[in-house]
């Protein structure tokens, strides 16, 4: 896995290709949409670069903030260091709608053939998980689009 340096919603856009394929464990709910836009060059940190993605979510639920539920996160495998990112959906009524979000890594990670990045995905109803986490593996190459249902 990568490491994350660091990561934010943000309403920036990707200004650069960047070939991804996800490997997916299922999903959360129909209208729910994780992608990989791109690349972010510009205003970085140096050797650094932004990853962009989308996530849709549907009319019924909302992206849930705060308790550690959305953000890069550490499995615990490579002591603290970023390398997944948590993405908490409530099932609130909420709008729904789309959020984007930078991911910085190490220009070097990026340039690596080994770039990957996981998500875990879950779905939060009166605060108690109702869904998953269902697992969404982002890989550099390949043809699929980045992006999953």
């Not at 962009?52 to 992206?63: A, E, L, R």
């Not at 009524?93 to 959020?99: E, I, L, Q, V």
């Not at 070097?108 to 990957?116: E, K, P, V």
């Amino acid at each position: 896995m990568s490491a994350i340096l660091g990561s934010t919603e943000t309403g920036t856009t990707a200004n650069k290709a960047f070939s991804t394929h996800c490997d997916a464990t299922g999903s959360p709910m129909d209208g729910f949409k994780l992608s990989c836009e791109g690349l972010n060059t510009d205003g970085n940190n140096p050797g650094t670069v932004g990853v962009i993605f989308s996530v849709t979510i549907p009319n019924g639920y909302d992206m849930h903030r705060g308790d550690q539920k959305t953000g890069s996160w550490s499995d615990g495998k490579e002591g603290s260091k970023y390398d997944l990112m948590r993405l908490g959906i409530d099932k609130n009524g909420g709008a729904g709608g789309t959020y984007r979000f930078e991911i910085w890594f190490s220009q070097d990670s990026i340039d690596g053939d080994g770039w990957t990045l996981p998500w875990e995905v879950s779905v939060f109803s009166n605060g108690s998980l109702s869904g998953g986490p269902y697992t969404y593996t982002f890989k550099k190459g390949g043809s699929g689009g980045g992006h999953r249902h």
